[in-house]
T-cell receptor, first 114, second 114 residues
Framework: AQSVAQPEDQVNVAEGNPLTVKCTYS??????LFWYVQYPNRGLQFLLK??????LVKGSYGFEAEFNKSQTSFHLKKPSALVSDSALYFC????????????FGPGTRLSVLP | DGGITQSPKYLFRKEGQNVTLSCEQN?????MYWYRQDPGQGLRLIYY???????QKGDIAEGYSVSREKKESFPLTVTSAQKNPTAFYLC?????????????FGDGTRLSIL
């Protein structure tokens, strides 16, 4: 079965500092990995995905993520955080051998302090 | 602009009442999904549909029903059998059932009990 863990409920970072939001996954086959962001009372917005190829994936709004197969991780990063980055972040996985369902992590709330 | 429209934004249900949440997309996507979001639990899949007139149960389908009579529309009915319906409901779509395509989300319907 697929599963996704986001070990931190909350991440606080000062504006201008680098940020990391952690994600680890478990799948039986090769994973497709995604990051989404959710602002209050809104739906999820797609940030980036890893399918294959380069382990460092670049996405929207200056975010990037690094795929690490040996550690089964897909951490989201940004070199310089903005106050407007404060939101709820979800990691999701899809096992290409498993079928149609995406599995989402529980979410990590990012607060960027001015 | 193309997107997914969910209505209403807020909905209240009385005891013993069925309520229907609307989801319409003009992205020409084949696949559509319904998720339930509770605080700290991420997104849980209720139902999904890969094509018109076909749909499959997700992880928490009990107490819910759906239909897919048109490509653009995927309404969700929360029946009186769902004893704890208070949650944020999100509809999503993707181009097809292909594993690497990200999902696009609506802005959700918040359902509460009167």
């Amino acid at each position: 079965a697929q599963s996704v863990a986001q070990p931190e409920d909350q991440v606080n970072v000062a504006e201008g500092n680098p940020l990391t939001v952690k994600c680890t996954y478990s799948v039986s086959g090769n994973p497709y990995l995604f990051w989404y962001v959710q602002y209050p009372n809104r739906g999820l917005q797609f940030l980036l995905k890893y399918i294959t190829g380069d382990n460092l994936v670049k996405g929207s709004y200056g975010f990037e993520a690094e795929f690490n197969k040996s550690q089964t991780s897909f951490h989201l990063k940004k070199p310089s955080a903005l106050v407007s980055d404060s939101a709820l972040y979800f990691c999701a996985v899809r096992d290409i051998n498993y079928g149609q369902n995406f599995v989402f992590g529980p979410g990590t709330r990012l607060s960027v302090l001015p | 602009d193309g997107g997914i429209t969910q209505s209403p934004k807020y909905l209240f249900r009385k005891e013993g009442q069925n309520v229907t949440l609307s989801c319409e997309q003009n992205l020409n996507h084949d696949a559509m999904y319904w998720y339930r979001q509770d605080p700290g639990q991420g997104l849980r899949l209720i139902y999904y549909s890969q094509i018109v007139n076909d749909f499959q149960k997700g992880d928490i389908a009990e107490g819910y029903s759906v239909s897919r009579e048109k490509k653009e529309s995927f309404p969700l009915t929360v029946t009186s059998a769902q004893k704890n319906p208070t949650a944020f409901y999100l509809c999503a779509s993707s181009i097809d059932g292909g594993s690497w395509q990200p999902q696009h989300f609506g802005d959700g319907t918040r359902l509460s009990i009167l």
